[in-house]
């Protein structure tokens, strides 16, 4: 039976095609919401840039259709309809004070269930609180799938064989394994663990070669790069595929303390400073505060921007700490920085530019929306690796959740890519403190 979707005004903000995606059924935007969507078009930002498309979409298939929207209009390609309903009495409304429009396209979705009893009809919403008030009174609501990565089945770029034991030998020997010969269907660059079947403890890792179809042996051992030694087996590989130039695209994804930006920000330098594969590192982050914003900042550019980039400098003061920066002829970071060697910038100003032979990390990638993550994957010229980083479970952006967040999308849609790989960190690193503090708080 066909059924009637009511979208809510987050939803087509958050993906403007959302009114494509509902199949052969119809689907309803209240009038409510096309005024909503109004009062963004004007911001200069992804909000704006959503909401003028969404108005050019709805626009194009008024003109295409020959008939008004409120009497719905077909929507090519899936079979469905499209309509704006629009209340026949005037629906009251008690000023425009915060709410106002969520109650006003509530009743909408109310009046029109109450039309047409026999019909399903389903609202949807991003918004929880707005998807509880609804179920309250009766209202069927769900959020919008579109585009969404449950954070529970995402790929670990990790998996474990049990095999005899001289197939573990071969490989612990660093002689190639054959992907053909093995009881498991793998991605490429997959991480492989393996085991033997009569003793688990003897194992040997390995990575998954889609160009030759072999399991090939880790090129990093426990002396890791510049003396950040891997401390487990996410790390072992995490490390691996940082190094590796067949992967051009690498997602790791871990909670706090699991060593994802130490390591990426380590392989960087390796690649760059030591082995010249890449012309430069770049490490960017986007700005988000955590919990209230201390407002504008005083001073240049540079000093506005610091406290933002410190958790990039104190990982870089950790690597050079200690011993670790001597394998490079710069005493410190401040000279690889002044050099150009390393740039370290926010985000916000990399649209329009053209990245290439650089090693690019960017952190905190779970603030970042698709469409954001796709400007700056794109942003990437010829031989340009990027890292993204990142927790899905410490998200600023008020704007994407674990499941919508740029990060976890490209972890999904490059999994079977050849030229991507994805590594989930599971234990923490930091410290015993830190670490417990994770498990207990």
Not at 3 to 8: A, I, N
Not at 345 to 356: D, K, M
Not at 362 to 387: F, M, S, Y
């Amino acid at each position: 039976m066909k059924k009637t979707y009511v979208l809510d005004t987050n939803v087509v903000l958050h993906d403007p095609l959302a009114v494509y995606k509902f199949e052969d059924n119809t689907v309803v935007l209240p009038i409510f919401v096309i005024e909503e969507v109004d009062q963004f078009k004007k911001e200069l930002s992804e909000l704006g840039q959503n909401a003028r498309q969404v108005a050019r979409i709805l626009d194009d298939l008024r003109n295409q259709n020959g008939r008004t929207l409120d009497q719905g209009v077909s929507l090519e390609g899936n079979g469905g309809d499209l309509r704006v309903a629009v209340p026949a009495d005037s629906m009251p409304r008690r000023g425009h004070g915060p709410g106002e429009m969520d109650r006003a396209i509530l009743q909408m979705a109310i009046k029109l269930r109450d039309e047409e009893p026999d019909k399903p009809l389903i609202f949807v919403t991003m918004d929880t609180n707005l998807r509880i008030r609804a179920d309250a009174l009766g209202l069927r609501a769900e959020t919008y799938e579109g585009g969404r990565v449950s954070i529970d089945e995402l790929y670990s770029g990790v998996c474990t064989i049990d095999v005899d034991a001289d197939v573990v030998d071969r490989l612990a020997k660093r002689e190639l394994v054959d992907a053909g010969t093995l009881d498991a269907a793998l991605y490429p660059n997959a991480g492989v663990v393996l085991r033997e079947h009569e003793r688990p403890r003897h194992t040997a890792l390995g990575r998954y070669d889609p160009k030759s179809g072999m399991v090939v042996p880790l090129r990093v051992g426990r002396e890791g790069v510049w003396r950040v030694r891997p401390r487990n087996l996410e790390q072992y590989f995490a490390l691996d595929m940082l190094l590796s130039s067949d992967v051009h695209l690498l997602t790791l994804v871990g909670k706090a303390g699991t060593g994802k930006t130490l390591l990426a920000i380590a392989a960087g330098l390796q690649s760059v400073v030591q082995d010249g594969t890449y012309g430069r590192m770049l490490v960017s982050r986007p700005i988000f505060p955590m919990g209230r914003d201390v407002g504008y900042l005083p001073g240049t550019v540079e000093e506005k921007l610091n406290p933002w980039m410190q958790p990039i400098f104190d990982n870089l003061e950790y690597i050079f700490s200690s011993g670790r920066g001597r394998m490079s002829d710069h005493r410190n970071y401040e000279e690889l920085v002044a050099s150009g060697v390393i740039q370290i910038e926010p985000l916000t100003y990399i649209r329009g530019r053209s990245l290439p032979n650089q090693f690019l990390v960017v952190d905190e990638a779970q603030n970042l929306t698709p469409h954001q993550v796709k400007t700056v994957i794109t942003r990437c010229g010829a031989d340009t690796k990027i890292v993204l980083t990142g927790d899905p479970y410490q998200i600023d952006n008020p704007y994407v959740d674990a499941a919508s967040n740029g990060l976890t999308v490209v972890a999904q849609r490059f999994q079977g890519e050849d030229i991507g790989a994805h590594v989930t960190m599971v234990k923490g690193e930091r410290s015993e403190l830190a670490e417990r503090a994770t498990q207990l708080l």
